[in-house]
């Protein structure tokens, strides 16, 4: 854990560590693409091969698919208690998704012309759902729901395979949420087996959810050959806090971000109070200890937490500007005013009783946010990520000979002949 006292300007350039933040390094993209490479090449043989030596699983592309009756047994396993939250949670993020849905619409500026956008679902579109420490129904939940409620038709889920099977209430939470076919496949060679598609696994349009670096790095080499949602990295955490905050809600609220696995998430405390953020410090510590910690979870205590004394609210909302986090909570007495002034942030979190954990689970927006200050020109998982949005013009008679002359003139400017020639024929000037 790092201390920084920041309210007389020094230290401020220590803050500059808190924004480079690498998703992955060269090296790790370029292992991606020998295994992209391998798989757009051999198909499911090279699947088979990469799901035994990353996963140790020996899985034949006939195993590939979750049958039906897999999602039916898991069902039974699964406690009535916990498949009700997760009925309520599906509910909630379908419901603010609904809100989200955009519309088609048409206007006429111009006699003789209309125009407009016409947005249809994506047909076929793939969820990664990472496996490792712990079955992600969350994540099922923030990314195959919000593509049911878009329309999209086909919704498949890939999650990495093992020795002792998925987990039923994975199985149960992607059949809640809409999932119509699902594949025991996991890192790059799952986003390989979607973006390019094999004998077994027919491709797919887009690529959402969340994973660690080696499938960050997938997608964004697949990009082009496939939509994605975006290139989110490690999770991250930033709490604003003043003297009305709650050290012990901030410290379980640093540790949440903590406690993902990759040994790179970031947890950043801004406080105004040099009390309150000594009092979080120390409770982070001793809650961490009550906690089951990893090597991961200890290399982000050493290394990834940062608990940084401000002068007053507008230098924090400006380090928050800067930093552009995934989630952004506003632990302070007036935490709406400060909301209005943040524009930056995957994810809002307002006042005392809005615990991160909250949206990750069943609050409603997708849980599947910008990281790594990408929040700048990214936008969390939404419903509109489904949609393929077309312009819609169209033009009468009368409108084009009123306007050709303008059309004419640019394309002689650029030099465009054939574009000139397109208009003028129409209209009796070729």
């Not at 937490?305 to 002068?311: A, D, E, L, R």
């Not at 002034?341 to 809002?348: D, E, M, N, T, V």
Request: with cysteine; charged share 25%.
């Amino acid at each position: 854990m790092k201390f920084l006292d920041v309210r007389n300007g020094a230290g401020r350039g220590q803050l500059e560590k808190l924004f480079q933040r690498k998703v992955y390094t060269q090296e790790i993209e370029d292992s991606v693409a020998k295994i992209l490479n391998e798989i757009r090449k051999n198909g499911d043989s090279a699947v088979s091969k990469f799901a035994g030596k990353f996963d140790h699983v020996r899985i034949k592309p006939a195993d590939f698919k979750i049958k039906d009756s897999e999602f039916d047994m898991a069902e039974k396993f699964v406690p009535s208690s916990l498949q009700k939250h997760i009925r309520f949670a599906v509910k909630n993020v379908k419901q603010f998704a609904m809100r989200q849905i955009p519309k088609s619409w048409i206007f006429s500026p111009r006699k003789g012309v209309t125009m407009g956008e016409k947005f249809t679902p994506m047909d076929r579109v793939g969820v990664y759902i990472p496996g490792g420490a712990a079955p992600l129904v969350s994540t099922a939940i923030h990314t195959a729901a919000v593509a049911k409620i878009a329309g999209v038709k086909e919704i498949v889920a890939v999650t990495p395979p093992s020795k002792a099977g998925i987990n039923p209430a994975l199985l149960f939470a992607m059949k809640t949420a809409g999932v119509t076919e699902a594949y025991r496949l996991g890192g790059v060679y799952a986003i390989a087996a979607l973006a390019y598609g094999t004998k077994t696994v027919k491709r797919v349009e887009k690529i959402v959810g969340p994973g660690n670096a080696y499938v960050t790095a997938a997608k964004k080499l697949v990009y082009g050959t496939t939509g994605i949602d975006m290139a989110a990295g490690p999770s991250e955490i930033m709490i604003i806090a003043d003297s009305t905050a709650d050290p012990s809600f901030i410290a379980a609220d640093l540790l949440s971000q903590a406690e993902h696995g990759s040994g790179y998430e970031q947890a950043v405390l801004l406080s105004t109070d040099i009390k309150i953020a000594k009092i979080a410090a120390d409770e982070v510590i001793n809650r961490a200890r009550d906690l089951k910690m990893s090597e991961s979870f200890k290399n982000v205590l050493s290394k990834g937490i940062f608990v940084v004394v401000v002068k007053d609210l507008e230098s924090a909302a400006e380090i928050a500007g800067q930093y552009a986090p995934e989630h952004l909570e506003i632990l302070c007495k007036n935490p709406d005013n400060l909301a209005k002034k943040l524009s930056s942030a995957g994810a809002i979190f307002i006042g005392h009783w809005t615990p991160e954990a909250a949206g990750d689970y069943v609050a409603g927006p997708s849980h599947v946010l910008p990281t790594g200050s990408t929040a700048r020109f990214f936008s969390g998982l939404s419903a509109e990520h489904f949609f393929r949005r077309s312009s819609i013009i169209k033009y009468s008679e009368s409108a084009l000979r009123r306007e050709a002359s303008a059309i004419i003139a640019i394309a002689d400017t650029e030099g465009l002949r054939a574009h000139k020639l397109s208009v003028a024929v129409r209209c009796g000037r070729a």
